[in-house]
């Protein structure tokens, strides 16, 4: 079966850090470009961040620029964001979502919750 | 930037109606770089069409997609209940890969 699971999300303060992970399964996830998209509550899709196949280019919201970092582990089928200087617009539930090419998303993970608050 | 704005922001239509979903991008997108997803509450987007035209593995094709340039439509043949949803619109063909707001499909 064909799986994204996403892991990390959680409460944290305003001004904190968290890593976001997602590990895929059931396909080739180093073919995969991948992505993070964030959706707020009752907010529609927002674009986060995307990552090709081998690293070599990384993209960034302009919202998030400076703050996230998107990163994998081909090794380890696995995709993160590691985000800093949280504020409440970031919360937001966090999908992961491959892309088998260019960057439309054929597959989603079910997402992770992340709420900054004091 | 390329913003993408979709219309209506909702549709009320009966099942067995057709339904008509725009996106507009304010530049033109290359190679029809547009995607198309449809969300269901409390579940992850799912891909329809990609490439302005292209369903999606599994996806009925009571879903079509066309267009080109600026202009691009999601059109759902013989509405079924289960169409109902909030559908949104990607472009692909620079950063940032920006979606629309999305447009909401009520079934009456």
């Known amino acids: 079966e064909v799986q994204l699971v996403e892991s990390g999300g959680g409460l944290v303060k305003p001004g904190g850090s968290l890593r976001l992970s997602c590990v895929g399964s059931?396909?080739?996830?180093?073919?995969?470009?991948m992505n993070w998209v964030r959706q707020a509550p009752g907010k529609g899709l927002e674009w986060v961040s995307s990552?090709?196949?081998?690293?070599?280019?990384?993209y960034y919201a302009d919202s998030v620029k400076g703050r996230f970092t998107i990163s994998r582990d081909n090794a380890k089928n696995s995709l993160f964001l590691q985000m800093s200087s949280l504020g409440a617009e970031d919360s937001a539930v966090y999908y992961c979502?491959?892309?088998?090419?260019?960057?439309?998303?054929?597959?989603w993970g079910k997402g992770t919750t992340v709420t900054v608050s004091s | 930037e390329i913003v993408l704005t979709q219309s209506p922001g909702t549709l009320s239509l009966s099942p067995g109606e057709r339904a008509t979903l725009s996106c507009r991008t304010s530049?033109?997108?290359?190679?029809?770089?547009l995607a198309w997803y449809q969300q269901k509450p409390g579940q992850a987007p799912r891909l329809l069409i990609y490439?302005?035209?292209n369903r999606a593995t599994g996806i009925p094709d009571r879903f079509s997609g066309s267009g080109s340039g600026t202009d691009f439509t999601l059109t759902i043949s013989r509405l079924e209940p289960e169409d109902c949803a909030v559908y949104y619109c990607?472009?692909?063909?620079?950063?940032?890969?920006?979606f629309g707001q999305g447009a909401r499909l009520e079934i009456k």
């Open positions: 490439g302005s035209s």
């Open positions: 990607q472009q692909y063909s620079s950063s940032p890969y920006s």
């Open positions: 979502a491959g892309s088998a090419w260019y960057f439309y998303m054929g597959i």
């Open positions: 990552i090709s196949s081998a690293s070599s280019y990384k």
């Open positions: 059931g396909f080739t996830f180093n073919d995969y470009n």
């Open positions: 530049q033109s997108v290359s190679s029809n770089y």
